[in-house]
């Protein structure tokens, strides 16, 4: 019951948050003037049509010299607009100033993005993880040993370098000098083949490097907290073996904290991958934020905003509620 109440609250002050983080997005980007853009042989007077069809402008003009003039519908109307055209009919916006997408629902291009952000980042969490832990756990048993101290300066390294300076690293030798891999992601939809997959790795390794190192510091830190703690010398006074001790008992109860690390450190990788993507020419939801930016669409902008918000918001739920499931003495909301 104090799970059901604690949830239910999450997930209003959430959808609250969200909503005020959007609404902002919208007013500051309506603030910025309007851009069209049209490629050869197109009519810009449609391009200002369409968006006046939008409820974005009304009272369009043509100027003597070409320039079109127009008075912009009220912020607030058009936010209405916008809320009511997603609700009633599933219509995030057009591209506008997008060039190969002008004219294009955001949507569609939207979904077809979304695979290839969504595998690479998968691929470095099943990759990262596993070896995270294993190096995390090994620092942790061999405490001060040699054994400890090279994991250690991998850690510290890893943590240090910034992924896009992994990333460059990993194209210049694994992907120039030796070869092994292409430089950038091979175009194409099929995404589970071998060649695809090939061609993934680098960005993945670039994602899930700087998250092994996280994983181990975690699992390092909370287990060899764990392993000196007064109960698991009770359990070897009982008669169990130094590995059934840390098996049953000292790994899950470090699994409290490290649990929830795991799913933070893939939001985490899921939200910055944008550079990432750019560098490895990855045709994912990433590379089209930044264009976006670049381009001041506003409808992607605002789609790409609200799924990145989203994401963090929803992780935040996600990590609190998982401290329930793998301890059952935890109950989150109770007093």
Request: glycine share 10%; net charge positive; hydrophobic share 50%.
């Amino acid at each position: 019951m104090y799970m059901f109440k604690y949830v239910t609250k999450r997930l209003g002050l959430m959808l609250f948050t969200f909503l005020i983080i959007i609404v902002m997005c919208f007013v500051l980007i309506k603030l910025l003037p309007i851009q069209v853009n049209v490629g050869p042989g197109q009519d810009k007077y449609i391009a200002y049509k369409q968006l006046e069809g939008r409820g974005w402008i009304t009272n369009i003009q043509e100027g003597e010299n070409g320039i079109y003039t127009y008075d912009r519908v009220p912020i607030f109307i058009q936010l209405g607009t916008y809320v009511n055209r997603i609700i009633t009919k599933g219509d995030f916006g057009v591209a506008t100033t997008y060039g190969e997408y002008i004219g294009k629902p955001v949507w569609d291009v939207f979904v077809r993005k979304l695979p290839p952000t969504i595998l690479i980042n998968i691929y470095s969490t099943l990759i990262g993880v596993p070896i995270g832990l294993g190096l995390g756990i090994l620092a942790a048993l061999k405490k001060n040993k040699w054994q400890d101290q090279v994991i250690n300066i991998f850690i510290i390294l890893l943590i240090s370098v910034p992924s896009i300076v992994l990333g460059l690293g990993i194209q210049y030798f694994l992907c120039f000098k030796l070869g092994w891999f292409p430089l950038t992601m091979v175009r194409g939809d099929d995404y589970f083949t071998w060649e695809m997959f090939r061609s993934m790795l680098p960005a993945v390794f670039s994602l899930c490097l700087g998250s092994i190192a996280g994983y181990a510091r975690y699992t390092r830190a909370e287990l060899s907290e764990v392993l000196t703690g007064e109960f698991m010398l009770l359990a070897r006074t009982k008669g169990l073996t130094k590995g059934q001790a840390i098996y049953r008992h000292a790994m899950r109860n470090s699994m409290v904290v490290i649990f929830p690390s795991i799913l933070s450190e893939f939001i985490g990788v899921l939200s910055g991958s944008m550079i990432i993507e750019r560098m490895f020419a990855i045709p994912g939801v990433g590379g089209l934020y930044l264009n976006a930016i670049n381009f001041q669409d506003y409808d992607f902008f605002m789609l790409l905003s609200a799924f990145y918000t989203l994401i963090g918001l929803a992780a935040g739920i996600v990590i609190d509620i998982s401290y329930g499931f793998i301890d059952p003495r935890i109950r989150m909301g109770a007093k």
